[in-house]
């Protein structure tokens, strides 16, 4: 989503940092730079002024003039400014002391409201919760179904008046049956529209007079740049929310509504929806989405992800085979597959610090190749796959045919796993850190 932004804000702190002594000019220069850059990426106007005043009142500033590291200085500025533009630090949801919590979802059609809604519903079960999601939008074609069948796809249960016509009494409804079977929290997915009216603000400020909502959450597509501000403004102004979940922030958007709507509404971003499946949806941070902005990459959402993939007993198991030598094809495999947990590659990518000058941005990463490489271990038989070296021509011609691949990318991936094992016994020799011991290093690190 940032990209383009990304891209010119290292362009602009790369010439200061090449400064050997900054001026009054060279950062007003840059400020200039900064500010088109922002009004590209359709951040607001007024955000854009009251951001740009702010950086260039802490960068003039006598203790970044005579530093002697001023570019560094006025990049420590910026992401500061940045931070606490997005809102300073994670706002997270407050459980109430007495449950059920009551989350009351809305938003327009088409912003992944009832999607994302299943993606609440999802984490709060991964949290060891019993939620229960609440299908209120009677006007919809087919939205009842929709929550229905994403509540089955997540064992969650769901909550659905089929006779009911009326939102506030599937509500009350739902709210009773909620506290005596023990649910919570409660995600109620309201009707949206097309566009901001009358009919659903007077709506949905019945259905909060009913509910009295511990949270009201604004799902705003971020594909919608400056609309998605504008909406929220409203939604805030007439119906009152609590909080915002920005979607579809891995689409080629410019990123002005994640950097305008926590300043324009008060309003703090909760979560981040990544893609389309039903994992994929984060914390926001507001301090780690600087750092991607400003290109430093984002070490420990990275951390995150692949601590949810492993877990420490899997990397202590792994460690002991590496360390014996004992690592085969079906370690790779598995290997390959939590991989593709974490995410979409090329936002992996994203989060590793110097990744444009390492030559990593911008390439294509193929996730279909990862499924060729799975078909070709799962054509081997098990004997291949924990001795990859018995593999000879008629075996490859079998694996080949057995997988839809040729016999070069069989060789190919033969030859390429056989240079990873001879790396990893030279990393052994160095007295590099391995696996496990790898695992536990990022914990520590992130606790520092």
Not at 313 to 330: I, P, R, S, V, W
Request: charged residues 30%; proline residues 4%; contains cysteine.
């Amino acid at each position: 989503m940032f990209d383009s932004l990304s891209e010119r804000f290292q362009g602009i702190l790369k010439k200061l940092r090449g400064q050997g002594k900054l001026t009054e000019k060279n950062i007003a220069d840059a400020l200039r730079d900064v500010r088109l850059a922002l009004l590209e990426a359709d951040v607001n106007y007024l955000v854009v002024k009251s951001l740009i005043e702010r950086i260039r009142e802490k960068a003039i500033g006598e203790e970044v003039l005579k530093s002697l590291t001023p570019g560094q200085q006025v990049i420590k500025v910026v992401h500061q400014e940045l931070t606490d533009l997005m809102g300073g630090h994670q706002s997270k949801l407050t459980m109430p002391p007495n449950p059920p919590m009551l989350i009351m979802m809305v938003g327009l059609n088409g912003s992944g409201k009832t999607t994302t809604a299943g993606k609440l519903g999802r984490m709060f079960k991964k949290e060891g919760l019993n939620p229960l999601m609440v299908a209120a939008d009677v006007y919809r074609p087919a939205a009842r179904e929709q929550l229905k069948f994403l509540c089955d796809s997540l064992g969650v249960d769901c909550f659905s008046d089929e006779s009911a016509n009326s939102p506030e009494k599937i509500c009350r409804d739902d709210y009773r049956w909620a506290s005596e079977k023990g649910y919570h929290p409660v995600i109620i997915d309201t009707a949206g529209r097309l566009h901001v009216d009358e009919d659903l603000m007077n709506e949905l400020v019945r259905i909060k007079k009913v509910l009295l909502p511990h949270e009201v959450v604004l799902v705003a597509d971020a594909m919608t740049g400056q609309d998605a501000v504008t909406m929220a403004q409203e939604f805030n102004q007439k119906v009152g929310i609590d909080s915002v979940i920005l979607t579809k922030i891995d689409g080629d958007a410019r990123g002005g509504a994640a950097l305008s709507i926590r300043e324009v509404t008060g309003k703090p971003i909760k979560f981040v929806g990544t893609g389309e499946k039903l994992d994929f949806l984060e914390p926001f941070f507001p301090d780690r989405m600087a750092s991607r902005i400003l290109g430093m990459g984002d070490v420990l959402t990275l951390i995150d992800k692949a601590q949810e993939a492993y877990t420490q007993e899997e990397a202590l198991a792994l460690e002991q085979k590496l360390q014996k030598d004992a690592y085969t094809l079906e370690d790779f495999r598995q290997q390959l597959r939590q991989i593709k947990t974490m995410g979409p590659l090329d936002q992996l990518i994203k989060m590793i610090p110097g990744a444009s000058k390492m030559g990593l941005k911008g390439i294509d990463m193929d996730e279909s190749r990862f499924v060729h490489l799975e078909a070709m271990i799962d054509s081997m038989t098990p004997e291949e796959r924990r001795h990859y070296n018995i593999i000879n021509a008629s075996r490859k011609r079998r694996i080949a045919m057995g997988s839809g691949t040729s016999v070069q990318e069989v060789s190919r991936l033969l030859n390429q796993f056989h240079l990873m094992r001879k790396n990893i016994k030279r990393m052994k020799k160095m007295g590099l850190g391995l696996g496990g011991g790898f695992g536990r290093s990022l914990k520590s690190f992130k606790r520092r």
